[in-house]
């Protein structure tokens, strides 16, 4: 009985089977392609309808297992700036660079983000072993993190569209302004092996310096401001120019005026890192391509005191005997002591390349700052448009620089003996730095009205050398007057070797071309009574060199 019975079931299962295999079978063959797809999409409608919600994954690990993926990551910073302020599990963290807690989601905590009216939401899911979880959230296959991002799905086209493009974007820019900033300088190629390939070795970079602090005249300030905003966010103004996203500024005047400083204010105004290049240390024009190769987007390239590194006011490619100016006193002294180690063989137009060149285009986003005391002695070349977009002469003390000094160091908007301060800056030449060094507090009393007649007592004493030099070379100071020139007298900051031979600081000076003059270099031909430098006289068109 029982057997018969087992077997009575079997046939009726194996028909019902071959039943429904039948009727499938005539599905799909009595109802046309287009009614099926109807039908399916019938179906999704259906499901839509009670479930509402579309859901996108963003794992932890895609693709590597040791890599986090990018997406992920972005949106965790994202989400990072999203206090989860309904959340009743939040996790703290320590942002470095902004030495304060930063609030995120915790695992299964929800944040609700709201972008152009649509609102969606973030769900992070942590997978445990499935053995132990009860998953009533979205799932998540991998045993990591995944972030799920759920929305209407009506909200899909906004959401897959602009709203994830948007998260990324974001997701960068906090990266970037969180990022510990750091200062690299390149290492001597000698020990790249050593280095485990380290073309760069850098430290962090901390400088309280900001725009806010520099003491500049306000309308020239926010011109470099806006030149810098202009171009950090000029993506994609470069690329419909056809133009590498990079810019150059020279900055140069006196010393201490404020050029390196204002290169830390830059670092600090666009969160780049600084890639400090010391080309002595660099061997010859591949090594420096292949330093340009790895400075990665979003930093300054600095090549500080760029007249004093290397000879680079000579002939493209062409350079003296030495590679290494003579004339810079350490350089000469690490010479005679056998330290000045292996000769830089970097060329001008090495140097061009590396400014110019398809190489410094690995990466856009790079700016470079050149700083120098003597303008006049750099290759037209090397500072033309292009290579140096910008030129910014930072110059001596003016009394709108002196009134930001003032607010820095003493913390003072205005006070008595501003006029007599005033009256001084316009009659002498002092630096930012000699006037900030007089306003500093020496004291622990901190007594302003002292510091500022500091102050006064250093300007006079400027003014009062001024005057006496004047008077020792016998001509007045006034730029540009033909007879003081005759004279033998230069324009302040001139070099003093010129002056004792009478020759004429700038371009174009036919009385020293016709006394053989050359062009003030420092070098010691120069100091053994103008001898005429054959070499130097090949520069480039319009080189100074030239004028010799
Ligand atoms: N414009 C400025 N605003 C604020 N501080 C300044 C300014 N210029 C100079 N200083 C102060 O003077 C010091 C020297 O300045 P900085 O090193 O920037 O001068 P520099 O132009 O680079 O000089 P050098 O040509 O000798 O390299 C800095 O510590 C800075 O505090
Ligand atoms: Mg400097």
Redesign the pocket.
């Known amino acids: 009985m029982n057997t018969v019975g087992a077997a009575g079931l079997w046939e009726e299962a194996t028909a019902k089977i071959t039943g429904f295999m039948f009727t499938c079978l005539m599905f799909n063959q009595i109802f046309p392609d287009f009614l099926r797809h109807y039908l399916e999409s019938l179906k999704n409608k259906f499901v839509l309808y009670f479930f509402p919600n579309v859901e996108i994954t963003f794992h932890e690990y895609s693709g590597s297992k040791h890599k986090i993926s990018e997406a992920y990551s972005l949106i965790e910073t994202y989400l990072s700036s999203k206090s989860p302020t309904h959340s009743n599990r939040i996790v703290g963290e320590l942002v470095k660079k902004r030495e304060s807690v930063v609030l995120t989601m915790d695992a299964s905590q929800e944040i609700v983000d709201v972008f152009n009216g649509v609102e969606v939401k973030w769900f992070l899911k942590v997978n445990l072993p499935s053995s132990t979880t009860i998953s009533w959230g979205p799932s998540c296959d991998m045993d990591k993190k995944c972030y799920v991002l759920s929305f209407h799905c009506k909200d899909r086209k906004v959401v897959t569209r602009t709203y994830l493009d948007y998260v990324m974007g974001e997701g960068r820019e906090i990266a970037v302004r969180n990022r510990q900033q750091r200062i690299y300088t390149n290492n001597p190629s000698d020990n790249w092996w050593d280095y485990k390939k380290n073309l760069w070795s850098h430290a962090v970079f901390k400088h309280p ?1 900001t725009f806010k ?4 005249d306000s309308k020239f300030k926010e011109e470099i401001i806006d030149d810098l905003a202009t171009f950090s966010k000029g993506k994609e103004y470069y690329e419909k120019a056809g133009k590498a996203w990079k810019r150059g500024y020279l ?1 140069y ?10 290169i830390a204010a830059m670092a600090n105004y666009l969160s780049y890192d600084i890639y400090d290049l010391e080309l002595t240390a660099v061997g010859d024009n591949t090594e420096l391509r292949k330093l340009a190769s790895v400075i990665p987007s979003k930093s300054i390239v600095v090549i ?2 760029i007249d004093c590194s290397l000879d680079l006011s000579g002939k493209r490619g062409k350079k003296k005997e030495s590679g290494v100016r003579d004339g810079d006193p350490i350089v000469r002294k690490l010479k005679e002591e056998g330290q000045g180690g292996r000769e830089s063989k970097v060329t001008l137009s090495g140097l061009l390349n590396f400014m110019d060149g398809l190489w410094s285009a690995c990466a856009g986003e790079r700016i470079i700052v050149v ?1 120098t ?1 003597h303008v006049e002695k750099l290759d037209p070349a090397l500072i033309r448009r292009g290579r140096m977009d910008k030129h910014i002469e ?1 110059s001596y ?1 003016g009394f709108e ?1 002196f009134k ?2 003032a607010k ?1 160091f003493l913390d003072i908007d205005s006070h008595d003996l501003f006029g007599t301060i005033r009256e001084l800056l316009e009659q002498s030449h002092m ?3 000699d006037v ?2 007089s306003l500093m507090h020496k004291t622990l009393s901190r007594d302003v009205e002292t510091c500022l007649q500091n102050l006064i007592q250093a300007l006079k004493n400027a003014k009062e050398v001024e005057t006496l030099e004047g008077e020792e070379k016998g001509c007045e100071k006034d730029d540009g007057n033909r007879e003081d020139e005759e004279k033998g007298c230069e324009k302040e900051g001139g070099a003093s070797e010129d002056e004792e031979k009478g020759c004429k600081k700038e371009d174009g000076a036919s009385e020293d071309e016709e006394e053989g003059c050359e062009s003030e270099d420092g070098t010691s031909e120069d100091e053994e009574g103008c001898e005429k430098d054959d070499e130097s006289c090949e520069g480039e068109e319009g080189s100074k060199k030239e004028d010799c």
């Open positions: 310096t602090s520099l003491a500049l900055l005047g006196p010393p201490g005026t404020g050029k390196s400083t204002m500080e005191d700083t005391n930072l003390c620089a930001i000094l820095n630096s930012p730095a900030a060094e």
